[in-house]
């Protein structure tokens, strides 16, 4: 299965995805393209100094048809499946259309709690700390046209510390994004057919 990524700054995620099936820890997977709509993101240089092919898309490059570059983009390339790694733009209608249940996102909480327009990064640490919550930790779900609402297929938690701050449990719940994905994507090859 073809997975290709679409990250707008450090695309952690998906270096560590590329990274495992480079080094065959996801067998059945395979490499397609990382997009992203900041050229000047620390993952764009990444991908072009270990060979993966990366396209810039953005409102700047494509200002009338931004979606449909994407969308024809990641065809075009043979992808199967879409892996978002901090993207920071909603998927636009036609991308989602076309790749219907084959969209997956990392979220830094535990939905269905801290989710929705506006909750990401250390916003969503900061509302976790606020409401009191004992647990954290990070959600893989697959991306629909409202936030954070698809369905879920694997979470992992964080405990919250007592004395934790933003930046120290954001750490740690992004200490276990890589992973999570990573089994969140053994678990789709072996119990869907996509």
Not at 13 to 26: F, H, N, P, Y
Not at 32 to 44: E, M, R
Not at 46 to 51: A, D, N, R, S, V
Not at 173 to 188: F, P, T
Request: charge should be negative; aromatic fraction near 6%.
């Amino acid at each position: 299965m073809k997975i290709s990524f679409l990250a707008s700054h450090g695309g952690s995620s998906a270096r560590k995805i590329i990274e495992t099936i480079e080094q065959g820890g996801l067998p059945g997977f395979e490499i397609g393209i990382l997009i992203t709509n900041n050229k000047d993101s620390a993952i764009y240089d990444w991908c072009l100094t270990h060979g993966i092919e990366v396209f810039h898309i953005s409102s700047k490059t494509h200002s009338d048809n931004e979606d449909q570059a994407i969308k024809k983009a990641l065809q075009s390339a043979g992808t199967e499946l879409i892996v978002l790694s901090g993207y920071m733009k909603k998927i636009g209608p036609q991308t989602l259309s076309a790749y219907s249940g084959k969209i997956l996102n990392i979220h830094p909480s535990l939905l269905p709690k801290f989710g929705g327009r506006g909750m990401y990064g250390d916003f969503v640490h900061a509302a976790v700390l606020e409401a009191g919550e004992t647990v954290s930790g990070a959600t893989v779900h697959f991306v629909t046209d409202a936030y954070d609402e698809g369905p879920l297929l694997l979470q992992k938690e964080v405990p919250v510390l007592s004395g934790d701050t933003v930046e120290s449990l954001g750490q740690r719940v992004r200490a276990i994004e890589g992973d999570l994905y990573i089994n969140a994507l053994k678990r789709l090859l072996t119990t869907t057919d996509i």
